[in-house]
């Protein structure tokens, strides 16, 4: 476990799919991630590359090939490098080095970095394509928050207050056995009430978003999620259909990527929401998490 800190964050990373498995506010001693228990979910923060929820019968099509591919993909089970680490940064690398041919054709290097400034920590993707081709592929941020954060709060004391991009048309999704449904534009989104009956149907999803807070009604408390010019977030918990109850923890989700559309050719480089990475280029995004 790899551990940074400054004067108000310590958080620590698993080298495990350079996954995020705390955050703990120095100021109000509290942590503010999942803890990771396998009865509801036994992951915290994981990445998910090369592909983000679900493909149509777990399989794709590129160059005349047909591959299979769980969901969410590999990268959140493979084993990073320190890369660098310094007061309040680490970066973690990962090189394919052939490992994944069989399911994935593409060569290429992964670095996540870590970076704290006061109350909030930036994560920040670079994906290398190490191929003489074009490179196709999703990644998003799957970040579990606990609920309620602070003791004696339910999960009903929180919202999540929304902030689309400016000037673009919000469009909201549904996934049915797994694979995207558009429902249509969205025009009043601005606060979403956390309830068990939000995830009946899996995630929500919709597109154009740069900011989410999820704030309680009762405290001062709550954590921001920044992503601008993210195309898509999923906001997720996992729903106990036996007990009609949602998971003690919510995910706030910025995507490069989405799960296939119900109506998908199976082909990669047609897929919705895919990236193109030219030949030996980097892709690099990031967003911050803010812990208040």
């Given at each position: 476990?790899?551990?940074?800190?400054?004067?108000?964050?310590?958080?620590?990373?698993?080298?495990?799919?350079?996954?995020?498995?705390?955050?703990?506010?120095?100021k109000?001693?509290?942590?503010?991630?999942?803890?990771?228990?396998s009865?509801?979910?036994?992951?915290?923060?994981?990445v998910l590359?090369?592909?983000?929820?679900?493909?149509?019968d777990?399989?794709?099509?590129?160059?005349g090939?047909?591959?299979?591919?769980t969901?969410?993909?590999?990268l959140?089970?493979?084993t990073?490098?320190?890369?660098?680490?310094?007061e309040?940064?680490?970066?973690?690398?990962?090189?394919s080095?052939?490992?994944?041919?069989?399911?994935?054709?593409?060569?290429?290097?992964?670095i996540?970095?870590?970076?704290?400034?006061?109350?909030?920590?930036?994560?920040?993707?670079?994906?290398?394509?190490?191929?003489?081709?074009?490179?196709?592929f999703s990644?998003?941020?799957?970040?579990?928050?606990?609920?309620?954060?602070v003791?004696?709060?339910?999960?009903?004391?929180?919202?999540?207050?929304?902030?689309?991009?400016?000037n673009?048309?919000?469009?909201?999704y549904?996934?049915?056995?797994?694979?995207?449904?558009?429902?249509?534009?969205?025009?009043?989104l601005s606060?979403?009430?956390?309830?068990?009956?939000?995830?009946?149907?899996?995630?929500?999803?919709?597109?154009?978003?740069?900011?989410?807070?999820?704030?309680?009604?009762k405290?001062?408390?709550?954590?921001?999620?920044?992503?601008?010019h993210?195309?898509?977030?999923?906001?997720?918990?996992?729903?106990?259909?036996?007990?009609h109850?949602?998971?003690?923890?919510?995910?706030i989700?910025?995507?490069?990527?989405?799960?296939?559309?119900?109506?998908?050719?199976?082909?990669?480089?047609?897929?919705?929401g895919?990236?193109?990475?030219?030949a030996?280029?980097?892709?690099?995004?990031?967003y911050?998490?803010?812990?208040?």
């Open positions: 476990m790899t551990t940074i800190e400054n004067d108000w964050l310590k958080v620590h990373i698993a080298k495990e799919g350079a996954e995020i498995r705390s955050v703990t506010h120095k109000n001693a509290m942590d503010y991630m999942w803890s990771g228990d009865e509801y979910w036994g992951r915290v923060a994981p590359f090369p592909i983000v929820g679900r493909l149509k777990d399989q794709y099509k590129l160059n090939q047909t591959y299979s591919l969901q969410h993909g590999f959140r089970d493979v990073f490098e320190v890369n660098e680490q310094k309040g940064y680490a970066s973690f690398l990962f090189e080095d052939g490992q994944f041919k069989n399911i994935y054709p593409y060569e290429f290097t992964a996540i970095h870590y970076t704290l400034n006061e109350n909030s920590l930036s994560v920040k993707w670079e994906i290398i394509n190490k191929n003489d081709e074009d490179m196709y990644i998003g941020a799957h970040p579990a928050f606990k609920l309620p954060l003791e004696g709060e339910e999960v009903s004391d929180y919202m999540l207050h929304i902030t689309p991009q400016e673009e048309k919000v469009m909201q549904e996934l049915k056995n797994a694979l995207v449904h558009e429902k249509g534009a969205i025009t009043d606060t979403i009430q956390l309830d068990d009956s939000l995830f009946v149907n899996d995630a929500v999803i919709y597109s154009h978003i740069r900011r989410i807070d999820l704030q309680s009604k405290s001062e408390h709550g954590v921001e999620v920044s992503f601008d993210f195309p898509f977030v999923g906001i997720w918990s996992k729903y106990d259909d036996k007990n109850t949602m998971a003690p923890f919510v995910c989700e910025p995507w490069y990527g989405i799960a296939d559309m119900h109506n998908t050719t199976g082909d990669l480089k047609e897929k919705f895919i990236n193109r990475l030219a030996n280029e980097t892709f690099q995004r990031d911050t998490m803010t812990f208040k």
